[in-house]
């Protein structure tokens, strides 16, 4: 047996909100120079990120790390407000890279806030989205969520009123299965039904799901610390699918295709076209008789606004 049939999902790789990101940072070196520093790795893929550090790009966790006066990149997954704060306390100028559909996360999270509504959080603790979303919550009113468990120990007042964010990256599939927990739990609980799951992450798992009717073995492109690369890697293995995750298509052992005939590939929100195009090179180079197919993404363009900061470099 060896592969015969190579299928590429039909939406997969960058999001409206990692191209505006780059895009951001791109502008921010041609108007600022370099070095130019950007808090928190600006979008979750190791080759983007090893451009910009060629290039003079620094990217730093803390604050400390930039000398005042400096211009700092914030990056897609979203900053929490007292990050915002420090940067205007040490007189930095700020370029705001926050996916315009977390914003609306973080809005959504003063309002609950606000009104005094107990916030369930779902997603992965430590991810750098969630601790910027947890940031705009008071302390007394968030609970994380990552699994039923947690469901099972919150302790929250029955009177209280209760609502639910979730990070943008998670698996469609597994949050609305705790969501549905956790209105058997709270019956008032304020939901939207899938809340805040954005649609390249709905996008790319619903494309994972059809090459998961009939391929054999799903391969992801992505890295380790993307959450919604991570998903598609898990949204395969749900539908009893073998399925792994590459960083680089350079890191896949070709021997392995000898065993399937129907294979898929698709790559995460944050990973760059090239490295797709290098596996489809590397797999059809290797058997030449393998057939690649790939239907027409169902995504149109989206453009999201620049930030006031750059925004005069768009036409520059
Ligand atoms: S995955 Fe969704 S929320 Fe995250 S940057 Fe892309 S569009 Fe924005």
Redesign the pocket.
């Known amino acids: 047996m060896s592969i015969k049939e190579l299928h590429l999902a039909h939406t997969q790789g960058f ?4 191209v505006n ?1 780059i895009d951001i940072v791109e502008l921010s070196i041609k108007k600022f120079g370099v070095p130019l520093y950007v808090r928190h790795a600006i979008v979750h893929n190791t080759s983007v990120i090893d451009d910009f550090e060629a290039r003079g790009v620094i990217f730093i966790e803390s604050l400390d790390d930039v000398p005042d006066q400096q211009v700092v990149v914030f990056s ?1 997954h979203g900053t929490a407000p007292n990050v915002y704060e420090d940067a205007k306390k040490r007189g930095l100028t700020v370029v705001d890279a926050t ?1 315009p ?2 914003t609306k996360v973080h809005r959504q999270a003063v309002r609950y806030s606000d009104r005094g509504i107990h916030i369930i959080l779902i997603g992965h603790r430590g991810h750098q989205e969630l601790i910027g979303t947890s940031g705009y919550i008071n302390p007394e009113l968030l609970h994380i969520v990552e699994d039923v468990n947690d469901i099972h120990s919150l302790s929250i007042p029955s009177d209280a009123e209760v609502g639910v964010l979730t990070q ?2 998670l698996s469609v599939d597994d949050t609305s299965d705790l969501i549905k927990e956790l209105q058997y739990k709270f019956p008032n609980l304020i939901t939207g039904g899938k809340e805040d799951i ?4 709905q996008n790319r798992q619903d494309a994972v799901k059809k090459l998961a009717k009939f391929c054999q073995l799903i391969i992801v492109v992505g890295s380790a610390n993307s959450s ?1 690369s991570n998903r598609l890697v898990e949204t395969s293995k749900l539908m009893g699918v073998d399925s792994f995750i590459i960083d680089l298509p350079e890191e896949l052992d070709l021997t392995v295709l000898e065993k399937f005939e129907i294979v898929g590939v698709t790559s995460g ?1 944050s990973v760059p076209s090239y490295l797709m195009d290098r596996l489809v090179t590397s797999i059809t180079s290797h058997f030449s008789k393998v057939k690649v197919f790939q239907e027409n993404t169902i995504e149109k363009d989206i453009l999201f606004p620049l930030p006031k900061e750059v925004s005069d470099m768009r036409q520059a």
């Open positions: 999001c409206a909100g990692v990101a897609a996916c559909l977390v943008t990256t954005c649609y390249a992450t919604n929100a």
